[in-house]
């Protein structure tokens, strides 16, 4: 069985409006378009798979009931759409390989799901998600939103305007 091509999609700042250690499922504003593209590319067979730092867990600012609400309401909004997801909850100052931008997260989603990584795509507006997904062998897209619209350098494969945009260019890749 071959293995299988996925998009790894940051979470804040990225699939949703960039909002501090949201702990708050009414802040939550996914980006326009963004659930239509993901069920266009999951019904060619990509997998969609979030993977996201949350130090504010282990700062508690964040409740793990709040970080799941959070996560509820962007499902709602994106209509679904996703595979899996990845979180660590980390404290910067203790990280382990799982927080970004070491490719913990990474890994683990690759032996779950028998994910191909040269071939799968990173996706995130910070430097850290871009480094992230280079650690792990993916191609990587910077967005402009949330942190990427600081970003004036970065070494990603691609840097569109927001997910969507991404999303889109993917599926004209068609790989
Ligand atoms: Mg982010």
């Known amino acids: 069985m ?3 091509q ?6 804040d700042g990225t699939l949703m409006e960039e909002v501090n250690y949201c702990n708050d499922p009414a802040t939550v504003q996914a980006i326009p378009g963004a659930g239509e593209a993901l069920s266009l590319l999951r019904e060619q067979g990509w997998l969609t798979v979030i993977v996201t730092n949350q130090s504010g867990l282990a700062k508690g600012l964040i409740t793990p009931a709040q970080y799941e609400a959070v996560n509820a309401e962007l499902l709602r909004q994106l209509g679904g759409g996703i595979d899996a997801i990845y979180f660590c909850a ?3 100052d203790q990280p382990t390989e799982r927080r970004k931008p070491q490719p913990g997260m990474l890994h683990e989603a690759a032996l779950d799901l028998e994910i191909d990584l040269s071939s799968s795509w990173m996706i995130g507006d910070k430097p850290i998600d871009v480094e992230c997904g280079r650690n792990a062998g993916c191609r990587t897209m ?3 939103t949330g942190y990427g619209s600081a970003q004036s350098n ?3 494969d691609f840097v ?3 997910v969507t945009e991404a999303l889109q260019r993917i599926l004209t890749l068609g790989e």
């Open 2 to 4: 071959p293995r299988r």
């Open 6 to 11: 996925a998009i790894f999609l940051d979470r």
């Open 90 to 92: 980390d404290h910067p």
């Open 142 to 144: 910077l967005v402009r």
């Open 154 to 156: 970065t070494d990603a």
């Open 160 to 162: 569109m305007k927001d």
